[in-house]
């Protein structure tokens, strides 16, 4: 772990540098504009979330099943 240290390359992020906002920021680093998105297919039935596909930009797909 990063001993509560922050700075450049820390895992932890100083307080002076966190603002609250309302609006979404992307964290990461940023896609080329010829390259697919990631794809989210969320499957229902009725009001239950039975599961989730994730199709990564590589063209893996995870499956997540969702058990009540």
Known sequence: MDAGQSGAGSLVVSGTRVRVSGEAVRVGPVRPPDE???????????DAVQTIQVVCTCGERICIRCDY
């Open 36 to 46: 697919p998105a990631p794809k989210i297919e969320v499957v229902r039935n009725g």
